[in-house]
T-cell receptor, first 116, second 112 residues
Framework: GAVVSQHPSRVICKSGTSVKIECRSL??????MFWYRQFPKKSLMLMATSNEGSKATYEQGVEKDKFLINHASLTLSTLTVTSAHPEDSSFYIC????????????FGPGTRLTVL | KQEVTQIPAALSVPEGENLVLNCSFT??????LQWFRQDPGKGLTSLLLIQSSQREQTSGRLNASLDKSSGRSTLYIAASQPGDSATYLCAVSSGSARQLTFGSGTQLTVLP
């Protein structure tokens, strides 16, 4: 149980375009979802925390207008990278926690974004 | 602000050796600490979770300890195997939103 999926697993796009990444909790209702970014050989950096039906809380230094997060249902959160630049190329990972255990986050497999 | 440090950054050992990975954190007011495994280009696999009230957790050849007062945790891997080669990440849950703060990881290579 407690499976989280991400789609797509890999995406390549041109500079200036927007890319949407989906994060789904497959077998549980996720009251909170988290979005992380990971640079090569670096650790995960929390970008934002989102609760279903409310606006996401962004970490300091993360542009909310560039990284749009929508948590429209208890099983789906989306991250849209708008007007992508090559420096946005990174590995994006989401996680979700359920109402029964707010202490535990279940992680998705990640999405590799490459902006040309 | 919570900060998590992992030492060493990289480790290479021959197969069969026992090894210890270290993790330290600056704010001892944590809810729990987790150890994850990450293979290249992949997501995270949770290995062990230690609640703040616990001292250790064991799973197979893995044993994780937690000393909350000193801000330290260790991951002990017994009888290492080439399949254990991966990056091991330590993360602590703290703050009002129970956010996870990750260390930068230890890249482990077990040589056959």
């Amino acid at each position: 149980g407690a499976v989280v999926s991400q789609h797509p697993s890999r995406v390549i796009c041109k500079s200036g375009t927007s890319v949407k990444i989906e994060c789904r909790s497959l077998d549980f209702q996720a009251t909170t979802m988290f979005w992380y970014r990971q640079f090569p050989k670096k650790s995960l950096m929390l970008m934002a925390t989102s609760n279903e039906g409310s606006k996401a809380t962004y970490e300091q230094g993360v542009e909310k207008d560039k990284f749009l997060i929508n948590h429209a249902s208890l099983t789906l959160s989306t991250l849209t990278v708008t007007s992508a630049h090559p420096e946005d190329s990174s590995f994006y990972i989401c996680s979700a926690s359920g109402v029964w255990s707010t202490d535990t986050q279940y992680f998705g497999p990640g999405t590799r974004l490459t902006v040309l | 602000k919570q900060e998590v440090t992992q030492i060493p950054a990289a480790l290479s050992v021959p197969e069969g050796e026992n090894l210890v990975l270290n993790c330290s954190f600056t704010d001892s007011a944590i809810y729990n600490l987790q150890w994850f495994r990450q293979d290249p280009g992949k997501g995270l696999t949770s290995l062990l979770l230690i609640q703040s009230s616990q001292r250790e957790q064991t799973s197979g050849r893995l044993n994780a300890s937690l000393d909350k007062s000193s801000g330290r945790s260790t991951l002990y891997i017994a009888a290492s195997q080439p399949g254990d080669s991966a990056t091991y990440l330590c993360a602590v849950s703290s703050g009002s939103a129970r956010q996870l703060t990750f260390g930068s990881g230890t890249q482990l290579t077990v040589l056959p």
